[in-house]
């Protein structure tokens, strides 16, 4: 039943007259994803939307953009009222509608109808002003947002370079420690202050950037349930790899002394510490990889849902991987492949948790017990 609230283009009308112009539009029953309103046709009517949701579209040329979305008790193209010009944009259902039409044209020329359509004109007027002051307050909004966004992208990026760097550092600093120990604490904890400062300058909730406690327990093991797989991948690949080719023959299955085959001998107190500190890298890694780079291209890019998830988890995995190209392309590619498998889980859950249990899971079999990294 229409109803005629305060912001509706009824407003002015009493029960009556409501009616009255009522019976005089025509009655649209419409399914889901059905288009009644195309871009470029011209047309002298305007929807009103009784039940059910649809979405106003624009067609740039090379997609399509959503760019409102309506429910129940809103007016469709009543800007035809004022230009009189092609519908500037297509409108389409969301769900099943039921929609009344009005005909400009036959209302005003209906002796009976016109003074309530004036009525109507007037109340379609002031929704209209409403609508371009929200329009204009949405879109500085979302200028804001994508700038701030931008400045934090750019800060991540320098961050990013910076790990890469550290990262040689690491290995050039052999000569000068005992072992990577110092530096490596050092790069952890000045990675994780720093990746803090620039999420928290940003001004967007730690939500945003996959630091929650919603859903933990669920996202934990999530994280491990769909790791086993991979976990037994690992070893697939290994044993392949060791059996067909020739000069991998030599090569253990499981290997637990390969994380010290370019280092001093094997022991198991430092077995058992790099274990520890690469344990509490894998979230600093997720936090920068998943958290801040991912997040903040999926609120930069447009497209579809879809689009914008795979492109943000690709291009994300390709900043991640290249600053490991420089150890060896294969060291670059067990960072991607599985990045892959990663950015998939942390836009299923929203969190940090599940990507960062998978992670260590990954890297502990893949490196401390498997030995895979003699491989590559």
Not at 212 to 240: C, H, Q, S, Y
Not at 349 to 356: A, D, E, M
Request: net charge neutral.
């Amino acid at each position: 039943m229409v109803r005629s609230p305060k912001q509706s283009v009824f407003s002015d009308l009493t029960q009556d007259e409501l009616q009255e112009l009522i019976n005089a539009a025509e009655l649209i029953h419409l399914e889901e994803n059905s288009l009644f309103i195309k871009e470029g046709l011209e047309e002298s009517s305007f929807y009103y939307l009784d039940k059910g949701k649809v979405a106003i579209v624009k067609n740039s040329g090379i997609k399509t953009h959503i760019i409102a979305e309506l429910t129940e008790g809103e007016s469709i193209g009543e800007m035809a009222l004022i230009d009189r010009e092609p519908r500037s944009a297509s409108v389409i259902t969301l769900t099943p509608c039921v929609l009344y039409k009005f005909d400009f044209d036959k209302l005003s020329e209906n002796p009976q109808l016109a003074p309530l359509f004036n009525k109507m004109a007037n109340a379609l007027n002031r929704k209209i002003a409403h609508r371009l002051r929200y329009t204009n307050e949405v879109t500085v909004k979302a200028l804001q947002s994508k700038y701030v966004m931008s400045i934090f992208f750019i800060r991540v990026l320098i961050l990013l370079s910076l790990y890469a760097l550290s990262l040689n550092l690491i290995e050039k600093s052999e000569g000068y420690f005992s072992s990577t120990t110092i530096p490596s604490l050092a790069i952890i904890v000045i990675f994780t202050l720093v990746a803090f400062s620039v999420v928290k300058k940003s001004g967007s909730p730690y939500s945003f950037y996959g630091i929650t406690r919603k859903d933990a327990a669920k996202n934990f093991f999530e994280g491990i349930l769909f790791t086993i797989p991979i976990l037994m991948m690992i070893v697939f690949i290994k044993w392949l790899l060791i059996t067909h080719i020739p000069s991998l023959n030599n090569f253990p299955l499981f290997d637990h002394t390969a994380p010290f085959k370019n280092s001093a001998e094997f022991s198991w107190h430092s077995y058992f510490f790099f274990m520890f500190l690469y344990i509490i890298f894998c979230p600093v890694q997720e936090f920068i990889t998943r958290g801040c780079i991912q997040s903040s291209l999926q609120n930069l890019l447009d497209g579809t849902q879809t689009s914008i998830k795979w492109k943000a988890i690709i291009i994300s995995n390709l900043l991640f991987a290249s600053v490991h190209s420089h150890t060896s392309l294969g060291f670059a590619l067990s960072t991607f492949i599985p990045g892959i498998f990663w950015g998939w889980l942390y836009a299923r859950q929203n969190s940090l948790i599940g990507v960062s249990v998978s992670h260590i899971l990954v890297g502990v079999w893949a490196a401390f017990i498997v030995g895979f990294q003699n491989l590559i």
